[in-house]
Structure formats: C-alpha cells, structure tokens
C-alpha cells in the first residue's frame, strides 16, 4: 500500500515568508509526528497528533511554529515569518498508535531552504 | 532527561568487513530501542528493534543487543555489502507512554567495493 508522503519535496523562501507543509499518512494510522533534521544533526521532535487527543507540541520550537490535523488525515505544519535558522529536512511519520512500541513509518520529507 | 549517543561518522568500510556502531541511552525506566536505517534518496525505515534488556533484534544481517547494564545497544553486522551504505540511526521509546522517540544524530556508513 501507499507510504507517508509529504509535499512538496523542496521548498525556497524568502527570509520572512510563510510556508506550508503538508503530510498524507498511511490510511488507518492515528499517530502522526512531525520532526526537524537540520544538516548534520539528529532527528528534533516538533509535534505529536494521536487520534482526536489534544497533540502534544512541546517540541515546537517557537510561536512561528503550528500544526493542525484533521481527525486521523492529512496534517499541515505551518512556518511563519521563517528565518534561516529554519533552513532544514522536516520530517513526518506515522504510526498504527502512539505507544513507542509501535513502528513509525517515516515520509521522504520537504528539505526547506530560507534565503 | 532522555538522550541518545551515536558514534560519529562517517563510516567508510571495505566490503565484508565487520560493522559496529556504537549507541548509549540515557533514560529512566525500560525504554525501547530501535535502529532506523536511511538509504540514499528514501525515508527513514525501521531496520530493527528491542523491548526490554538482552533481547537481541535481527535484520538483514544487522544485530544488535538491549546491554541495561552498559546502557548500550549497538548495531553490529559480520560482512557488510555495498548496498549497506546508508546513514543509521538509533532510537529510543517508551511502549506505555508513546509520543516522543528520541533519535541520535545518525551515523553515514560508506562501503566501498
């Protein structure tokens, strides 16, 4: 069946624009994550959507950041005003649930290019 | 709070020869641990995983051991192939509580013909 996919590929903006990333997930799984890989770094934990529950957001680094979900679908990561530093891979997975047990099963990701 | 520590890359290795990457965790409890594997150009896979201390998880030739008293699980293949080449990440989680995993930097290997 169909995998995690995300759009678009690639992105370029303008230092302070705003721009919008989408994730499709595999049909059926209620846990979706989104993460940041920055050059040379570790995956970096943004948001976590399970099910209807409230998503946890405490890896979002800033107010720029947002998320939202529509039920067990399609979710937008939204970046306001980006800046450099927001220069990276972001990265979505989803799982069957949301116990750490469970595979996560990762999107190619939106490689983000601030200029 | 919880961390991973993984060898840093990159790794450049002839074919066949043996593998180790090393990874510590430091977390409270009895987390999972996982190895996720990144080929050129796809998305990250689950290439294997541990629920709880000396369990062994096995894939496409790659080991590794959950070590609670070494706070270790590193990855180990005998006879790598070229088409290993590939950047490894190790992970961990809490089955029970579920949101974060939390990654280490990843580890490029490079196996050279």
């Known amino acids: 069946g169909a995998g995690v996919s995300q759009s678009p590929s690639n992105k370029v903006t303008e230092k302070g624009k705003d721009v919008e990333l989408r994730c499709d997930p595999i049909?059926?799984?209620?846990?979706l994550y989104w993460y940041r890989q920055r050059l040379g770094q570790g995956l970096e934990f943004l948001i976590y959507?399970?099910?209807?529950?409230?998503?946890?957001k405490s890896g979002l680094p800033s107010d720029r950041f947002s998320a939202e979900r529509t039920g067990e679908s399609v979710s937008t990561l939204t970046i306001q005003r980006t800046q450099q530093e927001d220069s990276a891979v972001y990265l979505c997975?989803?799982?069957?649930?949301?116990?750490?047990?469970?595979?996560?099963?990762f999107g190619p990701g939106t490689r983000l290019t601030v200029t | 709070g919880n961390s991973v520590t993984q060898m840093e890359g990159p790794v450049t290795l002839s074919e066949e020869a043996f593998l180790t990457i090393n990874c510590t965790y430091t977390a409270t409890g009895y987390p999972s641990l996982f190895w996720y594997v990144q080929y050129p150009g796809e998305g990250l896979q689950l290439l294997l995983k541990a629920t709880k201390a000396d369990d062994k998880g096995s894939n496409k030739g790659f080991e590794a051991t959950y070590r609670k008293e070494t706070t270790s699980f590193h990855l180990e293949k005998g006879s790598v192939q070229v088409s290993d080449s590939a950047v490894y990440f190790c992970?961990?989680?809490?089955?029970?509580?579920?949101?974060?995993?939390?990654f280490g930097t990843g580890t490029s290997l490079t196996v050279i013909p």
């Open positions: 992970a961990l989680a809490y089955p029970n509580t579920g949101n974060q995993f939390y």
């Open positions: 049909s059926g799984h209620t846990a």
């Open positions: 959507f399970q099910g209807n529950s409230a998503p946890d």
């Open positions: 997975a989803s799982s069957l649930t949301g116990t750490g047990s469970y595979e996560q099963y």
